[in-house]
């Protein structure tokens, strides 16, 4: 059954205006999380964490801080919903995330818009190493003009 009356959780893989489900329901509530967990990790940078909050402040949404699943799953009962609506992750860390809230509540993963296909799988964890394989494809189809 199509949803309704959905929430949106807007993950770091789509924070930005081009995201799937703040395309598909523009009207509907939306929330961040920043991940307690991950935060207080040694995984995370206060520089990411600062992008991360500009990021989401320039988005119709609201902001948590907690475990992500029980706060998208409270948000959602706050507002009715009859389920979630997120843009599909490749991270692992947001795939576990997304099936823990599927085992509660019906949610819905649209497909993102590729920022490039690079020609192997994304390698996770730093930036860098994705950019490596990212960079060549970005700039294909670029010519200098320069004489």
């Known amino acids: 059954m199509p949803l309704q009356r959905p929430v949106l959780w807007v993950h770091e893989e789509a924070l930005g205006p081009r995201n799937p489900a703040l395309l598909a329901w523009p009207q509907a509530p939306a929330l961040f999380v920043f991940d307690s967990a991950w935060i207080s990790s040694a995984h995370i ?8 909050y500009e ?11 907690g475990d992500v699943a029980a706060e998208v799953m409270a ?5 009715t919903a009859d389920g979630v609506v997120s843009s599909r992750p490749v991270d692992p860390r947001l795939q576990r995330i997304a099936n823990s809230i599927r085992r509660q509540w019906p949610i819905v993963l649209l497909e993102p818009d590729a ?12 930036f860098s190493r994705y950019w490596r394989d990212a960079e060549s494809v970005v700039w294909e189809g670029f010519t200098s003009n320069a004489s």
């Not at 940078?45 to 991360?52: A, C, N, P, V, W």
């Not at 990021?55 to 801080?65: E, G, H, I, Y």
């Open 45 to 52: 940078s206060r520089k990411r964490i600062g992008f991360l």
């Open 115 to 126: 920022f490039v296909n690079p020609p192997r799988p994304p390698r996770l964890g730093r």
């Open 55 to 65: 990021s989401a402040l320039a988005l119709p949404v609201s902001l948590r801080k």
């Open 75 to 79: 948000f959602a009962k706050c507002h």
